[in-house]
C-alpha cells in the first residue's frame, strides 16, 4: 500500500520530505513511467495544496511563479502574458488542454527531461528557482539547476517552492517549437530567443536558448555574441544558423536523427532574425 501525503504548508511536508516520498503534482510524467515499469512508490507527497507553492504576482522586481501552478494558469495569467510572454507561449505547446490542465511547472522542471518546452524559456529570461527544504531556503540561479540528463541540484529532501523571473523583461521575446503535430508532441527542437533591441537592427543582452539539443536546455553564448557584435542582416541570420549547427550536440532518437535537429535548429534561428529583421520599428 502506497501512503499518500497531501500537506497545505511547506512546514507539514517537511516529515514526508524527511521520510523519502516521492514528490508529485499533475503526476502527467510519474503516471506514464509507473504504468510502463510497473512501479509503486512506498509514499507520495502530493504538492498542489501547499500554500508558498501557488499564485503568480508580480513582487517589487521580479515575477514570481508557484511551483504548482499549472500550465493553464501560466497561459491564462496577465501578469505572465505582460512580462514573460516567451514562457506563456511555451505553456501553450506542453501537451493539449488536459495535460494543461494538470501539467505544473515546478513538475516540468523537476523532470528535468531536455525536452521540457518550458526550460529554455526560462533560461532565455534569466530565471531563478527558489528550493525549500527541511534545513534551508535557498535561490538557485536557473542556468546552473541542471547538472547531467536528468539530473538536477535539488536534493531528495527539497522542493521546488518558486520561479522568479527578474523584471524589466527582455523586450524582444520569441518562442519557437518544432514538433510532429501541433499538440501532444515532444519537442524534436525547442528555441527561447530574448533581447532588448536598441535599434531596428541591433539587438542588445541576447539570450539564445535551446531544448532537445543537449543532455540539459542549453544556451547558445557563441551565437549570442555574434548577434550582438553586428546589425540584423539576411547574411547575419544564415551565419547565426550555421553557428547553431556547429554548436549544439543533439543525439539520433525514436523522434529524430541529431542531423536534422542541427539543420531545423539553425533554420529557426535564421528565420527568427529574419523575422525581428522585417518586423517594423517599434
Request: net charge positive; no cysteine; charged share 20%.
Amino acid at each position: 500500500m502506497t501512503l499518500s501525503w497531501s500537506p497545505k504548508t511547506l512546514a507539514e511536508a517537511r516529515e514526508a520530505l524527511i521520510q523519502g516520498a516521492t514528490k508529485v503534482a499533475g503526476s502527467t510524467d510519474l503516471l506514464v513511467v509507473d504504468h510502463a515499469t510497473g512501479s509503486v512508490r512506498d509514499s507520495v507527497l502530493n504538492v498542489l495544496g501547499i500554500e508558498e507553492l501557488q499564485g503568480i504576482r508580480v513582487e517589487a522586481d521580479q515575477l514570481s511563479i508557484g511551483a504548482s501552478s499549472t500550465f493553464t494558469r501560466i497561459r491564462e495569467s496577465a501578469e505572465v502574458a505582460k512580462h514573460a510572454p516567451l514562457l506563456k507561449d511555451a505553456a501553450r505547446t506542453i501537451g493539449a488542454a488536459q495535460i494543461q490542465n494538470r501539467a505544473t511547472i515546478g513538475g516540468n522542471i523537476a523532470n528535468a527531461s531536455p525536452a521540457g518546452d518550458s526550460l529554455p524559456a526560462l533560461l532565455a529570461l534569466g530565471a531563478l528557482i527558489v528550493v525549500s527544504g527541511p534545513r534551508e531556503r535557498r535561490i538557485v540561479p536557473y542556468n546552473a539547476f541542471h547538472t547531467a540528463y536528468r539530473k538536477t541540484v535539488l536534493g531528495p529532501d527539497e522542493l521546488i517552492e518558486r520561479i522568479l523571473i527578474p523584471l524589466p523583461a527582455p523586450a524582444v521575446q520569441v518562442f519557437r517549437k518544432v514538433g510532429t503535430r501541433e499538440a501532444q508532441a515532444i519537442s524534436k527542437v525547442v528555441v527561447a530567443f530574448a533581447s532588448d533591441r536598441l535599434d531596428h537592427r541591433i539587438l542588445a543582452n541576447v539570450r539564445l536558448a535551446m531544448g532537445s539539443v543537449a543532455a540539459v536546455p542549453v544556451r547558445l553564448h557563441e551565437v549570442e555574441i555574434l548577434i550582438e557584435d553586428n546589425p540584423l542582416t539576411p547574411e547575419l541570420a544564415a551565419r547565426a544558423a550555421a553557428l547553431v549547427a556547429k554548436s549544439i550536440t543533439p543525439i539520433d532518437d525514436v523522434r529524430s536523427t541529431a542531423e536534422y535537429r542541427r539543420h531545423v535548429a539553425g533554420q529557426v534561428v535564421r528565420r527568427l532574425l529574419l523575422d525581428l529583421l522585417a518586423a517594423p520599428p517599434a
